[in-house]
């Protein structure tokens, strides 16, 4: 029997995925309007500036039992003192978990139940995070160079963006003396 190639790539240093079945999408400052706190200085920025991309290799989107992979490029920045972020979503389909792995820079993972706790993870090289079904989940980067962060999660999760973009999450990651609170 002959080897397959399986027609996708992964570097694991910059965590790029490339070949068959593999997405990509962009989130620039205009698809950010309400998330950031400081709105003013967010009116005064060009809506144009890109905040992040993920690459997605989807083999089986929507299918129960099937996992979806991905690398997020979180590009360092600012509005007013909240550094960039991702919008952040609970999953549609609530229990499903997933796993966050840090591959270059560093940043926060903000974590938020459904009552409104939330916790906020250091994301670095390296660094491993489970995130539970039930679970708000956001990335920031907090440094003035990319984070790049992995990503594995149940092809039929799916994205409940509304009620972080009615509600908001609970707590903010700003800087303050040069670095990184949560407020
Ligand atoms: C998908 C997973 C990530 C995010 C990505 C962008 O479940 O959590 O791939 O989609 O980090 O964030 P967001 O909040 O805009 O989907
Ligand atoms: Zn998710």
Not at 17 to 31: E, I, T
Not at 39 to 67: I, K, W
Not at 160 to 170: K, L
Request: proline share 4%; net charge negative; with cysteine.
């Amino acid at each position: 029997m002959k080897l397959m190639e399986t027609g996708v790539l992964y570097n694991p240093q910059s965590g790029k995925v490339s070949g068959k079945n593999v997405s990509k999408s962009s989130r620039q400052l205009k698809h950010m309007e309400g998330y950031y706190e400081d709105t003013e200085a967010f009116r005064s920025m060009d809506p144009e500036t890109p905040v992040y991309e993920v690459l997605m290799h989807a083999q089986e989107e929507g299918n129960e039992g099937g996992l979806l992979f991905g690398t997020s490029y979180l590009f360092p920045g600012k509005v007013g003192n909240e550094y960039f972020m991702t919008k952040g979503h609970f999953h549609e389909i609530k229990n499903r978990a997933e796993y966050y792995w840090g591959i270059q820079g560093e940043g926060a993972l903000v974590l938020m139940d459904e009552k409104g706790e939330a916790k906020v993870e250091k994301v670095t090289q390296g660094s491993l995070h489970y995130i539970p079904g039930h679970i708000a989940h956001r990335l920031v980067n907090t440094s003035d160079s990319m984070l790049v962060v992995g990503a594995c999660w149940p092809s039929d999760a799916g994205h409940d963006y509304g009620t972080i973009e009615e509600n908001g999450f609970s707590v903010r990651v700003k800087e303050e003396d040069g670095k990184p609170v949560v407020k």
